[in-house]
């Protein structure tokens, strides 16, 4: 099972005698030890021209002032819901536990030291709507681990399949919105990293295009050690999930590994 069990209602999770009408998008952000970002990251949430959302953070045990954080911001925007997890149980568990808490129809993600572009939310729900596409992205910046941007763009095609992405993972996690009407709620296997990459090989399996507005909605903040900045430990990553969440036999394995390595050399 993908899908975690949920904390009891109480506490750090408000979802207890909640009557309001669900929102149009629920905001993913698992949190662990983010402190010098994560006020800036839900501001950038709060500054959308799209207003009718929710954000759901999950704590994953953080030992610093994030979840207090948190609750603070969230003291004066009641759309800022805060769950902590009784246990350390990595991303994979704090992301599935948002969505399954989630109330809006379209399910976004955002890491807790990213940012949004204020038009983010209006520009991709108006895309998703006015074409009835199940699964967007963006293109995203990134910016220094102090938050100076830098002008690099990251651009992925107008449209992906299943077999693209086996080839490398295009869409950025901090960009993806998928609709919970057309495909249920998709969580994201449980596995210590990629599982963004996981949950979209998930929804694309099935036969759904991603589909990509090319606009730069979002700021992705590099940081020393993050596995987005090690090629080979992604690579590494990237194999165990072609042979244990895809199930692909050896050579169609190192084939699209092939694939990967490729992108990461011409990047």
């Not at 002008?151 to 609709?179: E, F, H, Q």
């Amino acid at each position: 099972m993908d899908r975690p069990p949920l904390p009891e209602a109480g506490g750090d999770d408000p979802r207890a005698g909640n009557s309001a009408p669900p929102p149009a998008v629920s905001v993913v952000v698992a949190l662990h030890n983010a402190a010098s970002f994560i006020a800036d990251t839900l501001q950038s949430v709060i500054a959308q021209s799209f207003a009718d959302w929710e954000t759901i953070v999950v704590d994953d045990c953080s030992s610093d002032e994030s979840p207090n954080i948190v609750r603070r911001i969230a003291e004066s925007d009641k759309r800022i819901r805060l769950i902590g997890l009784p246990v350390n149980s990595g991303p994979a568990v704090a992301r599935n536990t948002a969505i399954a808490a989630a109330r809006g129809r379209y399910i976004s993600f955002l890491d807790s030291d990213d940012l949004w572009q204020p038009a983010k939310l209006e520009r991709q729900v108006a895309f998703m709507r006015d074409n009835d596409y199940a699964l967007t992205c963006t293109y995203y910046e990134k910016m220094t681990a102090s938050g100076e941007r830098t002008g690099r763009i990251v651009a992925a095609p107008a449209t992906l399949s299943y077999r693209d992405m086996l080839k490398s993972n295009r869409i950025g996690c901090l960009t993806a919105m998928y609709d919970s009407a057309t495909l249920g709620k998709v969580y994201m296997p449980q596995i210590r990293k990629r599982q963004d990459y996981g949950l979209w090989l998930k929804i694309m399996r099935q036969g759904q295009i991603a589909h990509c507005l090319p606009e730069v909605l979002a700021l992705y903040r590099m940081r020393p050690g993050s596995l987005s900045g090690n090629k080979l430990e992604m690579l590494a990553y990237n194999w165990r999930l072609y042979r244990r969440v895809e199930r692909m036999p050896l050579l169609v394995s190192a084939y699209y590994l092939g694939w990967n390595i490729f992108r990461k050399l011409v990047e």
